[in-house]
């Protein structure tokens, strides 16, 4: 999302700071140890950064654990229908294009019940941050298979475990036609988390952030060994993508890659051999759908005289 | 065998020995523990049934239509939210003649996000074409899942299980799991009359003109008026085997009565005990539970209400712009009796998103009904305005 805020191009008429406390909304009911609290920190540090007007920022979200996000930021919130997050932020945005979105769905939400959605608002490319907080199950729902959920992993649907591969949504959404900002990251990585969502956010276009979250109730094994052996990571660097220096101590795969080249963004997402964090890929040059929306050239005033002006050549 | 189990898990159970082929079904609160014991069932072996998982109710409805068409025996369960996302396929489940059963846990629709008991996800489904059985106990619960199947498929219509939420879907009572033998007695495999089979091909869903669109429509309609009749004769053999039967409506302690109320639901049982209680002190009053909405069991209600001075319709669910659905179907069902017969119906609309209602509040609706002189709506709202 571009950061073409009326309160960054001109001066501002009140000369308010906001700092983080300032979007705080109501306390956050997740449970202790979960993921989303620290997306929702990160996501809080960026709008005190980009100085986002609480009354011109949007965050629309479905059904699920994390999307209870909107009731903890202090903005505008649409906390809506499970798996429509994404058809009423595009409502939203192509009327009001002066708003800054922020979708927040789960992985359920996103890949599940809303997947096609989540095809066409990749597509359509309207200028906005998708967040999809991906925990690998139904959460709020407590344990059933979720289409991320890992081949084997046993839930309350399928006791004897998940029977398909997991559906890898990087990979999925680089497929889509249009695609202009497809990104990873994880929660337990605060830094990179927040460098991700800046990135996104800064880029113009649709952009699409997987964030690995976890469920310590339901899911608390999944990323257990990632999060504690650093080695499992791999962060993707690029000054188009997202550089986070501060992490190369602890975070020593490091590679370069180009998110503009969409060959080498899709072989990476393919690769199951370790957790791939970064920007897999980033085209500002993609139309846009709400480019496509045009302002009638005359008024219907000037149309009348037009109008008028044919009919007088036939006069009788 | 009796269990004490939870509302969901006597419907899982009335699945289970119904012996269901193809279940698919997405999570939804406070349905989710019916499917949940029916993936344990599959995956144990207790149910040899295929559990299809999918992304959505919609997907959910959309794989029993095909399962169905295909001839085998099919099962589904939602609520709410996902119920009215499936809406276009329960007409299509409907027209398609398909007999498939779903069970929904009545949980009131969303904006407010509430996941408590609420009437208005199913009666909201009213004209899709489905026969509708609410239920007031566990035991029922079990006992209506298993009839229901033999209805559907007697009669070629889809048939949807309804069960209040959380007051039956998560609260235990002791349940007669009826023996494997004697269902199976009861229901035999299903032999589908008309279905997907390469060996016989014929499509199904083609295009239907103006010249013979009315007929099928007639052909549904006339399904559902053999429904009043063929509900009640399954109810029957199902009692003959269990002694358990209920009709399609019930009448509780209705002779000579004066008051009549009429429910659906669990507020049935509240409302038993408030009949009794003033019974006791020799009040003439009486019961009447709607258990089948669709059909409507018009003769019946006005043959078991025709008579009374008054009659109090508890309604927890409510048509905006109307009344409450139950006492707007009921009062229309009084039309046709003579005006020397026919009560005064009192609507009250109750109970919605999950409010409870108590002895108390049933007790104060006796008395409203009683002293007031008419009503003065024909939707009077309990705890908001009385
Ligand atoms: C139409 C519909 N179907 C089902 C549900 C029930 N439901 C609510 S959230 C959810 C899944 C949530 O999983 P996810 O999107 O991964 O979010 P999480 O809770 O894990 O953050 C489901 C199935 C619903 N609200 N609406
Ligand atoms: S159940 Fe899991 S995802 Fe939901 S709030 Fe708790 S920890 Fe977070
Ligand atoms: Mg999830």
Known sequence: MSGHSCSLLFPVEDDREYSMSDYQGAQARWCPGCGDHSVLTATQRLLASEQLKPEETVFVSGIGCSSRFPHYVSSYGFHGIHGRALPVATGIKLHRPDLHVFVVMGDGDCTSIGAAHWLHATRYNVDMVALMLDNNIYGLTKMQTSPTTPEGYRSNTQPMGSFLPALNPIEATLGVTNASFVAQTAEWMPAHLYATLEAAYKHNGFSFVRILQRCPVFTGDIYQDAVRNPDMIEMLEHPDGVEVPDLHQIYQNISRHDPRNMDAARELAEKMDRIRVGVFFRDESRPRYEETRHLPLHTTDEKIGILNEELDKYAV | ?386
């Open chain 2, 1 to 386: 065998m009796k269990k004490v189990m939870i509302g969901n898990h006597a419907v899982s159970w009335g699945v289970q020995r119904s012996r269901v082929e193809v279940i698919s079904a997405y999570p939804i609160t406070p349905q989710t523990q019916i499917v949940e014991e029916l993936s344990d069932m599959c995956a144990d072996g207790r149910l040899p049934a295929r559990y299809i998982k999918v992304e959505s109710e919609h997907s959910a409805m959309a794989a029993c239509i095909g399962a169905s068409a295909a001839g085998v025996r099919t099962f589904t369960a939602t609520s709410a939210q996902g119920l009215a996302l499936m809406h276009e396929l329960l007409h299509w489940a409907a027209g398609g003649r398909l007999p498939i059963v779903m069970a929904d846990v009545n949980r009131a629709m969303a904006p407010g996000w509430n996941i408590w008991t609420d009437q208005n996800d199913s009666l909201s489904q009213r004209d899709t074409g489905w026969i509708q059985l609410y239920c007031e106990t566990n035991q029922e619960v079990f006992d209506t899942t298993v009839q229901a199947f033999r209805l559907a498929e007697q009669i070629n219509l889809p048939v949807m299980i309804i069960l209040d939420a959380f007051f039956l879907s998560h609260t235990s009572e002791p349940v007669d799991l009826t023996d494997q033998e004697i269902v199976d007695e009861f229901l035999p495999q299903r032999v589908a009359q008309y279905k997907l089979d390469p060996s016989d091909p014929h499509a199904f869903g083609a295009l239907v003109r103006p010249d013979a669109y009315m007929e099928m429509r007639w052909q549904q309609q006339e399904a559902m008026r053999d429904t009043l009749r063929v509900m009640p004769e399954v109810d029957e053999a199902w009692g003959a085997l269990t002694g358990r039967r209920y009709g399609a409506i019930e009448e509780y302690r209705t002779e000579d009565a004066e008051l009549l109320l009429v429910t659906s639901g669990t507020i049935t049982s509240t409302a038993r005990h408030v009949v009794d209680a003033r019974r006791s002190s020799g009040e003439k009053i009486g019961l009447v539970k709607i258990k089948m909405f669709r059909p409507f069991p018009t003769a019946l209600l006005r043959s078991a209400l025709a008579g009374a001075d008054r009659v109090a319709v508890l309604d927890r669910n409510i048509s905006p712009g109307h009344g409450g659905i139950f006492a707007e179907e009921t009062r229309s069902a009084l039309y046709d009796v003579p005006l020397e017969d026919r009560p005064t119906l009192f609507g009250y609309v109750l109970g919605l998103g999950g409010r409870d209602v108590t002895p108390s509040v049933i007790e104060a609706i006796v008395d409203r009904t009683r002293e007031a002189e008419a009503p003065e709506r024909q939707d009077l709202w309990v705890g908001v305005e009385l």
